[in-house]
C-alpha cells in the first residue's frame, strides 16, 4: 500500500453511507493524510438516498442533544431481549453527539406531531430524511469525495492483508474495478431483493408492496458481497419493518393509521386481532405482517364511523390522499368495498355489543384502556367505541415493506465480523447491518445509520493510518 495513494470505497448514498464519506473526509483532513474516497451509488443522482430520501426520519431523542429517556432498556424490549448491549449502548453515547455534527452539515431539527398516538419523545429533521441526504451529499462534495452515481458496486475484492478493491458494474454492463484499501458497505437491507425476499419470507413476499420509491434500491448487494467473503451475519432473517397502506394512493407510505379507533375486517367481513392492542406504533407491524401473508388477498380494511373526523388531528393519522369509502349503511359500506354484507354487519354488531364502556374515557393519543367485553373475540383492549353513526367509512390496507432485519454482524467500531473476528479493512452501517430482532425499535434506524455510518467513517480512517504506519508498506 503507497501511503501517498490510500483509497477508502464507500457503498450507499442513504444515510449510512454519507455520514460515513463525510467522516472519513474530516478525519483524514484533521490527520493530514491523504486518502480518496469515493462513494458508490446504484441509483441515478436524482433517486439516490435508498430509503433515507423518503423516510421521515423521526429519531428517538428528547431533544438533539438529549436521548429519550429508557433508549437502552426499550432496545432490548423490542428485540426480546436478544439485542447487542455494546452495539446499543454505543448507539446511545454516540446519538447526541452525531446529531450536534449533523447540525454542523446544515440539518436542523424540530419536535414533530407525531401521527396520533403519543408514545416515547422524538424529533426530526427540518425537511425529513431528503433534508439528511442533501446536506451531506452537499458536505461530501465540497470535501473532495467522489460521488459516482449509476455504478453499483457487485462484489468484493479481497488481498492477503484484507480488503483490497470492489467490482463496479458501471455504464450498464461493464465491470470495472475500483482498488480498495478500506470499504464500507451502507447499501441497505434486502427489502428490494425478490429471490432474497422469496427465499426469507416465502413465496408471498414476491408480492409485497415497497413503501416508498426508495426502497426498490436496496437489494441485499452489500449484504452478499460481505458474506461471500465469509462474514457472519446478525439479526432477525425473519424479521421486517412493514406499515399498512392505502393501496389505492399513489403517494409514499401513504399509511393509514387510524384503524385502533374502528375495526378491521378481512375479505370476508371477519375481524382477525385486537386492534386495540398498544399504540400504533406498537401494534402495525405486526399487524401488516399479518395481512398480507396471512389475510385472503392480503388486504384488509379499516371500519370507522363518522365520529373519526371529531377526533382532534385524526388527518395527521392519514397519508392517503385517496378519500375512504363512506356510506349510510354497513351494508351499503359493504358493497363498495367487495365484502360479504351480510359477515360485515354481523361482525359490527357483535362488536357494538361488547363496547359497552364510558365513550367519555376515549382518548385518541393515549392506551385509553376503553376496553370491549371479554366476551369479544378477538378481544379490543383500547378506544372501543360502538360504530354506529353514519356515514360509515372504510379505507382498504395493505402491507408496505420498509426494511428487513437479516444483515452482516458488526461490532461497536462498525467492523465487519467474521468467525476469525473483525475482517482487515471492512466496514459497514445502517440496514446491511442487522441488530434488530423482534420488533423494529420505533425511530431508531436513522439514528442509528447516522451513528455507526459516522463511527465508519472514523474507524476507517484508523485503520489506514495505521496501515500505513507499518514497515515495508
Ligand atoms: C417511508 C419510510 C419511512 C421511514 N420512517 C422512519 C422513521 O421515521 N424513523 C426511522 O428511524 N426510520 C425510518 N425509516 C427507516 C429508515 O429510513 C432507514 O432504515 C434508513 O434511512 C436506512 O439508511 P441506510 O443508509 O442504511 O440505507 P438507505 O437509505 O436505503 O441507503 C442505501 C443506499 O445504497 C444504495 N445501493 C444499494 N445497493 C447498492 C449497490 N450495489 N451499489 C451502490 N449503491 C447501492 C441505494 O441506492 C441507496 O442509495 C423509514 C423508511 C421508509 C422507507
Redesign the pocket.
Known amino acids: 500500500m503507497n501511503p501517498d495513494s490510500q483509497k477508502l470505497v464507500i ?7 454519507l455520514a460515513a464519506a463525510v467522516s472519513a473526509a474530516e478525519q483524514a483532513r484533521s490527520r493530514g493524510l491523504r486518502i480518496e474516497i469515493t462513494l ?4 441515478r443522482e436524482a433517486d ?12 428517538r431523542m428528547a431533544a438533539p442533544d438529549r436521548l429519550a429517556p429508557g433508549f437502552e432498556e426499550d432496545m432490548q424490549r423490542a428485540s426480546g431481549g436478544l439485542a447487542d448491549r455494546d452495539y446499543f449502548r454505543t448507539l446511545a453515547e454516540n446519538a447526541a453527539a452525531t446529531l450536534g455534527w449533523l447540525g454542523m452539515q446544515g440539518v436542523s431539527f424540530d419536535t414533530p406531531v407525531y401521527y396520533l398516538s403519543a408514545g416515547p419523545p422524538r424529533i426530526q429533521p427540518v425537511g425529513g ?1 431528503r433534508a439528511i441526504i442533501d446536506r451531506l451529499a452537499e458536505a461530501a462534495a465540497k470535501s473532495a469525495v467522489k460521488l459516482r452515481y449509476e ?4 462484489r468484493l475484492r479481497m488481498g492477503e492483508g484484507g480488503v483490497s478493491g470492489v467490482e463496479v458494474r458501471s455504464s450498464g454492463r461493464d465491470v470495472t474495478v475500483l482498488d480498495a484499501d478500506a470499504v464500507i458497505l ?3 437491507g434486502f427489502q428490494g431483493d425478490v429471490t432474497m425476499m422469496r427465499k426469507h419470507f416465502g413465496p408471498a413476499a414476491e408480492t409485497l408492496k415497497l ?2 420509491p ?2 426498490r ?3 441485499g ?2 449484504i452478499r458481497m460481505a458474506m461471500d467473503q465469509g462474514a457472519s451475519i446478525s439479526g432477525d432473517w425473519n424479521g421486517m ?1 412493514i406499515e399498512p397502506i392505502d393501496p389505492r394512493s399513489q403517494h ?2 401513504a399509511v393509514v393509521l387510524v384503524y385502533p379507533y374502528g375495526i378491521v375486517a378481512d375479505r370476508d367481513g371477519r375481524r382477525f386481532f385486537d386492534e386495540g392492542g398498544g399504540l400504533v406504533h406498537e401494534t402495525w407491524e405486526a399487524f401488516a405482517r399479518d395481512i398480507h401473508f396471512s389475510r385472503p388477498n392480503s388486504i384488509a380494511y379499516a371500519i370507522l364511523d363518522s365520529r373519526l373526523f371529531d377526533i382532534i388531528g385524526y388527518e395527521r393519522a392519514i397519508r392517503s390522499d385517496v378519500a375512504p369509502h363512506q356510506a349510510g349503511t354497513i351494508e351499503e359500506l359493504a358493497m363498495l368495498i367487495g365484502i360479504p354484507a351480510r359477515n360485515l354487519k354481523a361482525t359490527i354488531d357483535a362488536y357494538n355489543a361488547a363496547a359497552t364502556g364510558d365513550p367519555a374515557k376515549f382518548d385518541a393519543a393515549r392506551s385509553d384502556g376503553l376496553a370491549a367485553d371479554r366476551t369479544l373475540q378477538p378481544p379490543k383492549s383500547n378506544w372501543a367505541r360502538a360504530i354506529v353513526k353514519p356515514p360509515y367509512v372504510a379505507y382498504p390496507l395493505v402491507g408496505g415493506i ?2 428487513t432485519f437479516g444483515g452482516l454482524a458488526t461490532n461497536s467500531n462498525a467492523e465487519v465480523l467474521s468467525e476469525q473476528g473483525p475482517m482487515p479493512g471492512l466496514y459497514a ?4 447491518t442487522g441488530h434488530f430482532y423482534g420488533t423494529a425499535p420505533n ?5 442509528r ?1 447516522l451513528v455507526f ?1 459516522r463511527i465508519a467513517g472514523r474507524q476507517a480512517v484508523d485503520y489506514l493510518q495505521k496501515q500505513a504506519a507499518q514497515p515495508g508498506r
Open positions: 457503498v450507499g448514498h442513504g444515510a449510512a453511507g458508490l451509488e446504484k441509483a439516490a438516498g435508498g430509503n433515507t430520501r423518503w423516510s421521515p426520519s423521526y429519531m430524511g455504478s453499483p458496486a457487485i451502507a447499501s441497505g413503501i416508498s426508495g426502497t434500491f436496496d437489494t448487494d452489500g419493518h409514499s407510505a420498509a426494511y452501517a445502517g440496514e446491511t425511530a431508531v434506524a436513522v439514528l445509520a455510518g
